[in-house]
């Protein structure tokens, strides 16, 4: 047997992948029931939702719930992982909510706020608060009205996030984010000016051994997950540079450690070395500059412009932009200002 999962711990993807390749003297059993026994704590409702969602692929191919297992099948199955021990209580904190219908929230998620409670943050988060939402709107009855997550972004991160209402959202959404198929845009400042307009950055990410925390890039696949970011130069300010990122893969931290390890970290990022002046003059002015900076904007300057998906209903093709962030504009506009009027070395 080969069995393989995809946890939230190394992805913020919130989906877990199985796969099993069915023993040569496996008798004849359906596949919900063969996948109960071979999963823990899943529950056939997860499975039979896994099912509807088309999620259950066997030898390559979409089954029903009434397939029968055969000797030598290889089986593949993508679920919304399920909710986290941690309990949730409704909190009445403002949300901005960009879209929702019976299936999904598309919110606009601040910096500073948190996404779901974890050690050290077990309340004031998003969940929380779409949580409180939820339960003081109108439902369809029979409806169970909890947040679904079917991905996250950082604590300082802000951005579009997309949220299921019911946990058959949740699993066709999650499958497009395990084929990697939705939609995404980043906007991140970075230091130092880079070389190429546009370039891709791989590599292997896995969790930094001298500090859990942090996550960084190695060479050898054995350490890490498959991570591809591809970046765009928006505009140059000499001493830091705007990019469009695009995700090919989404892991943990990936667009902080994928620049980070090619040696432009983000602008005050401070887990990752960005929160340092490490480009420009030796002039007080200057670092006086950089520090103001910091200060407008105290936390690493990545914001998660936008999101394509298809509605897990209705097909449709749907898209939400977003406008910078009040403090990452800011921050940009000062490095303009600032290019404009200064005679800038060459980096």
Same mark, same amino acid.
């Given at each position: ?34 996948? %109960? ?15 509807? %969602? ?6 390559? &191919?979409?089954? =029903? ?34 879209? +929702?219908?019976?299936?999904?929230? *598309?919110?606009? =998620? +601040? ?28 439902? &369809? ?13 950082? &604590? /300082? ?16 959404? %999650? ?9 995404? =845009? ?8 880079? &070389? /190429? ?92 500059? *950089? ?9 690493? %300057? ?12 209705? $097909? ?9 962030? /009040? ?6 506009? $000062? ?9 800038? +070395?060459?980096?």
């Amino acid at each position: 047997m080969i069995s393989q999962a995809e946890t939230p711990d190394e992805s913020p993807d919130l989906y877990e992948h199985f796969r099993f390749v069915a023993d040569k003297g496996q008798g004849p059993v359906r596949i919900d029931r063969y996948l %109960a026994a071979k999963i823990e704590n899943a529950s056939r409702n997860r499975i039979q939702n896994a099912t509807t %969602a088309g999620n259950i692929l066997v030898n390559d &191919k979409v089954i =029903k719930s009434s397939y029968i297992v055969r000797p030598g099948d290889v089986i593949s199955i993508v679920m919304a992982h399920p909710p986290r021990d941690t309990e949730v209580y409704p909190e009445d904190i403002p949300i901005n909510i960009l879209y +929702e219908d019976d299936e999904i929230i *598309v919110v606009y =998620k +601040e910096a500073g706020m948190v996404v779901h409670p974890a050690h050290g943050n077990f309340n004031g988060t998003l969940q929380n608060a779409l949580l409180y939402h939820l339960q003081h709107s109108p439902a &369809k009855p029979g409806s169970e009205l909890k947040p679904f997550l079917v991905h996250r972004i950082d &604590k /300082d991160t802000s951005g579009v996030l997309l949220v299921a209402k019911n946990e058959l959202a949740q699993s066709k959404l %999650a499958k497009q984010f395990f084929d990697h198929s939705i939609d995404r =845009k980043y906007i991140a400042l970075v230091w130092g000016n880079l &070389k /190429d307009d546009e370039g891709t950055i791989s590599g292997f990410i896995g969790r930094d051994v001298r500090d859990r925390l942090v996550m960084r890039i190695y060479e050898n696949e054995s350490q890490g997950r498959s991570a591809v970011t591809h970046y765009k130069v928006l505009e140059r300010f000499g001493y830091v540079t705007l990019v469009e990122c695009v995700l090919e893969t989404g892991r943990t931290h990936q667009i902080r450690a994928h620049f980070r390890h090619i040696g432009h970290p983000l602008f005050n990022d401070e887990k990752y070395g960005g929160n340092e002046i490490l480009k420009g003059t030796t002039f007080t002015k200057y670092k006086q500059f *950089v520090q103001n900076c910091f200060k407008l904007m105290p936390r690493q %300057a990545l914001h998660a412009k936008s999101l394509g998906f298809i509605h897990p209903t209705s $097909k449709e093709y749907l898209f939400f932009d977003s406008e910078y962030p /009040d403090d990452l504009r800011s921050v940009i506009e $000062k490095w303009r200002n600032y290019s404009v009027h200064k005679t800038l +070395e060459e980096l």
